[in-house]
């Protein structure tokens, strides 16, 4: 099923969940035991997400540096489709831009469709570690709307090969990302907000919301979106603390704000029993002010580690 009518025919807010796919040599098996453990609470659909190509430098035997490129994280749409039809839950597979050439996200997008899977979240990715500025590939995208249109493109039977006529239309829904405290490289807010209704325009029939951790920017975000004319739905996606070191990786990853009652709580909590408390406190606490202000549903970023969101799930649904 697609998210979008998932959406309009949801009675109540949906509980949607991220899971990353495991570092390679990992097994799928952590990942099922994940979903198992959520699926009690009947998640509406879930994201898996994608990562591209890092460039790692190995010391050869002589000294010198050999500059490799490595996939960490492989198997965003064979984990999709094997959480799909083990659980019959719907999967949203992450498309990225990064490192992929049209054809090869046009190939991407077919497997998905052979195998069923027909909603994604397509998103440009960050640049590769060690890198600061993204780059395109040759033949690749400099932003997510274009990937958009592709698959708007191809949900009307339009390959890339123009001579391909008569090709199956796939039926693909489409979802991007939104960001309420603006994403790093914008100039500023309205300026990404203008971005974000290309990507609307170009076909995104839904938005997800980095995380963020008070609802104050989620609220203004979407106030300014449907003032600049978005009328999709916007999903906010917020995660539990799960450790003090979060409190510097976080805006360093994420270019997002913690609240200063949200510091001075993680401060004063010394044991990580004791930080863990206060993430799934405050997490709950946004969860349940979202769905009384009429959130269409909260989507929460597990990184793997479901006791916290479960916890909150259980005391807000
Ligand atoms: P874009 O929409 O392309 O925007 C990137 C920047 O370009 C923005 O600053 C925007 O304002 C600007 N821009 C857009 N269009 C134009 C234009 N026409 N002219 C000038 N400027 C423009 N990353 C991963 O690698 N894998 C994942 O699985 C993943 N999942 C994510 C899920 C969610 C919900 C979110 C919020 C992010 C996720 N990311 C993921 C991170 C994401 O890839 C990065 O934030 C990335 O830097 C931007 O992606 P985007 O799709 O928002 O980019």
């Known amino acids: 099923m697609k998210v979008i009518d998932i959406l309009k025919e949801a009675k109540k807010p949906l509980f949607t969940f991220e899971l990353v796919p495991p570092l390679k040599g990992g097994n799928a098996q952590t990942l099922l035991e994940t979903v198992r453990s959520l699926s009690i609470y009947e998640p509406a659909y879930i994201n898996v997400t994608n990562h591209q ?181 916007i999903i906010p996606g917020i995660k539990p603390i799960g450790s003090k070191r979060d409190l510097a990786t976080i805006p360093q990853t994420f270019h997002i704000d913690f609240p200063a009652e949200l510091v001075e709580l993680l401060d004063r909590a010394n044991k990580l029993s004791e930080v863990k408390e206060v993430g799934v406190y405050w997490c709950k606490k946004q969860a349940k002010d979202l769905i009384e202000y009429g959130v269409p549903g909260v989507h929460f970023y597990t990184l793997g580690k479901a006791e916290a969101v479960s916890q909150v799930v259980n005391a807000v649904y």
């Open 53 to 233: 190509a890092e460039v790692v430098y190995v010391e050869r035997p002589d000294g010198l540096l050999e500059r490799r490129t490595v996939r960490k994280r492989p198997g965003t749409i064979a984990l999709s489709a094997l959480i799909q039809h083990t659980f019959g839950i719907p999967v949203v597979a992450h498309l990225i831009c990064g490192g992929m050439r049209s054809e090869e996200i046009e190939d991407a997008l077919l497997e998905l469709n052979f195998l069923g899977v027909n909603n994604v979240l397509a998103l440009r990715g960050d640049p590769p570690v060690g890198q600061k500025r993204f780059v395109p590939i040759s033949g690749g995208y400099e932003y997510s709307s274009e990937m958009v249109s592709q698959i708007a493109r191809l949900n009307q039977g339009r390959y890339l090969d123009e001579s391909l006529v008569g090709g199956e239309k796939t039926n693909f829904c489409i979802g991007v990302a939104g960001y309420p405290e603006k994403h790093a490289e914008a100039a500023n807010r309205l300026s990404d907000i203008e971005h974000l209704k290309q990507k609307v325009a170009c076909g995104a029939e839904y938005i997800v919301t980095q995380m963020f951790f008070d609802n104050a920017v989620y609220y203004r975000f979407v106030e300014e979106c449907r003032a600049s004319g978005i009328h999709v739905p």
